[in-house]
């Protein structure tokens, strides 16, 4: 059985417990581009301010798996308002886009569903960045390699849960089997738009082929950064080709014309000689 993880926004209080919990299972560094080295105070110093509320990450990264984005909503006049959180990761799609691109056979999916790298096997191609459309993968300038969340690999596969599920204080984050996840969230749904939350919504059952990752949202997806209409490289390959091999026979077609009106041109001004 697949094993994935569903995260319900609606309890997120963007702690980044998540993040934190990532960062530290998986030895990941920090992002080098967010920090300098002072040559005063002798130490790097931060200086990835996005100016986007708490945002620190500003996007998922080679060593940033996790990203808890903070989207403010408030009137024109500040009386009301509201935060919404969302912790952001890979979403395992089951039409994985950098799967069907890596051209090596270093992105595979286990046994239990996750999407993972090998990093002995991918030479760096970065064919995978932009096939997938979630801006997930990046590229090590360290190692070459590319990385990204791999749904705690070793833990799974050693019957643990992922290190952000296990950290999260509030139950946002929850693994397991997607099967059961799918009944929590339609359930966790059924309840929130009986409390009156009418713009919930699950994103991940049909997105990429269905996600083994999916978000139980308060408000459309574009709003938390998620694409609403999701393509797959690989999903237009079959129009792409019906549309090449068309005008391949358009071509031929008129190429066949042209040869036959050449033949009756010569066949005429034979005739007049």
Not at 145 to 154: A, H, R, S, W
Not at 162 to 167: F, G, I, L, V
Request: with cysteine; proline share 5%.
């Amino acid at each position: 059985m697949p094993k994935g993880m569903f995260v319900d926004t609606s309890i997120c209080t963007g702690c980044k417990a998540c993040q934190v919990a990532c960062k530290e299972w998986n030895a990941l560094p920090h992002e080098p581009g967010h920090f300098r080295f002072d040559p005063v105070e002798k130490r790097p110093v931060a200086v990835n301010f996005t100016g986007d509320s708490y945002d620190n990450t500003g996007a998922l990264g080679a060593t940033d798996w996790r990203r808890v984005r903070f989207i403010e909503q408030f009137s024109e006049d500040r009386s009301r308002g509201r935060w919404l959180f969302s912790s952001d990761s890979c979403k395992h799609c089951n039409d994985a886009g950098c799967l069907n691109a890596c051209p090596t056979g270093a992105i595979v999916r286990t046994g239990l569903g996750n999407v993972f790298i090998r990093q002995d096997v991918c030479i760096g191609c970065k064919y995978c960045i932009p096939s997938c459309p979630y801006g997930v993968i990046s590229l090590s300038e360290g190692t070459g390699t590319v990385f990204k969340c791999t749904l705690c690999n070793d833990r799974i596969h050693n019957g643990l849960g992922t290190a952000c599920a296990k950290a999260c204080p509030t139950g946002s984050i929850s693994f397991g089997e997607v099967a059961e996840l799918r009944k929590a969230a339609d359930a966790r749904l059924a309840k929130l738009k009986g409390l009156g939350y009418g713009e919930a919504n699950i994103y991940g059952y049909k997105e990429a082929g269905s996600l083994n990752v999916f978000y139980l949202f308060l408000d459309r997806p574009q709003v938390y950064g998620q694409p609403e209409a999701v393509t797959v490289p690989q999903q237009r390959l079959p129009v792409s080709s019906a549309v090449a091999i068309a005008g391949a026979l358009a071509l031929g077609g008129a190429a066949l014309v042209s040869f036959r009106e050449r033949g009756s041109r010569e066949k005429d001004e034979e005739v007049k000689r």
